[in-house]
């Protein structure tokens, strides 16, 4: 069965002081990991996708890395906007593949 | 941009109660997926529909059951409300089943009392 697990549960930085976020995953093969940014009381919006061991996607001050068995979510120089839930996914090979999700690292930037 | 909208972000409902939840995606996707999301169990995926009229059944599908009369219009139904359905429900949308990014509406605070 795939897994999703996401370290740590909560993470509190000062504004400016950069930081990893990290998901480990079991999969029977990977089709595609996910990152996904929660704000409370929404629904999740997509970051990133990553296909393959060695990719590595940015945005602004996000960059998104993927091994054989795990994800970084690099967050550099956060600010306070960057407070939300960050979710990770997984989707498997081979027919239709559900996506199953971590239960999310809660980042806090302090200003 | 995508925009997947939910009928209600609060429902307050009784035990025993039918209740209707609908989803509406304004972009063609052939993919709905509908979840629930609870504290330390992360999102959990009760039913998906890859086309109009058909149904998957997700991780968590007992008590619930779904609609998909139109391709845009994807609706989760509790046949009967307990109170441990009590929960955020989160419906998504994705352009194709493998590989693409899901797009999701604000979800549905949904109390069972």
């Known amino acids: 069965e795939d897994q999703v697990t996401q370290s740590p549960e909560a993470l509190r930085l000062q504004e400016g002081e950069s930081s990893s976020l990290n998901c480990s995953y079991t999969?029977?093969?990977?089709?595609?990991l996910f990152w996904y940014r929660q704000d409370p009381g929404k629904g999740p919006e997509f970051l990133f996708t990553?296909?393959?061991a060695g990719e590595e996607k940015e945005k602004e001050r996000l960059k998104a890395t993927l091994t054989k068995k795990e994800s970084f979510l690099h967050i550099t120089a956060p600010k306070p906007e960057d407070s939300a839930t960050y979710l990770c996914?997984?989707?498997?090979?081979?027919?239709?593949?559900?996506?199953?999700f971590g239960t999310g690292t809660k980042l806090q930037v302090i200003p | 941009d995508v925009k997947v909208t939910q009928s209600s972000r609060y429902l307050v409902k009784r035990t025993g109660e039918k209740v209707f939840l609908e989803c509406v995606q304004d972009?063609?996707?052939?993919?709905m997926f509908w979840y629930r999301q609870d504290p330390g169990l992360g999102l959990r995926l009760i039913y998906f529909?890859?086309?109009?009229?058909?149904?998957e059944k997700g991780d968590i599908p007992e008590g619930y059951s779904v609609s998909r009369e139109k391709k845009e219009r994807f609706s989760l139904i509790l046949e009967s409300a307990s109170t441990n359905q009590t929960s955020m429900y989160l419906c998504?949308?994705?352009?194709?089943?493998?590989?693409?990014?899901?797009?999701f509406g604000p979800g549905t605070r949904l109390t069972v009392t």
């Open positions: 996914a997984v989707q498997a090979t081979g027919g239709y593949q559900k996506v199953t």
């Open positions: 529909s890859y086309d109009v009229k058909m149904k």
């Open positions: 998504a949308s994705s352009l194709s089943a493998s590989g693409s990014k899901q797009y």
């Open positions: 999969v029977s093969g990977l089709r595609g």
């Open positions: 990553l296909y393959s």
């Open positions: 972009m063609d996707h052939e993919n």
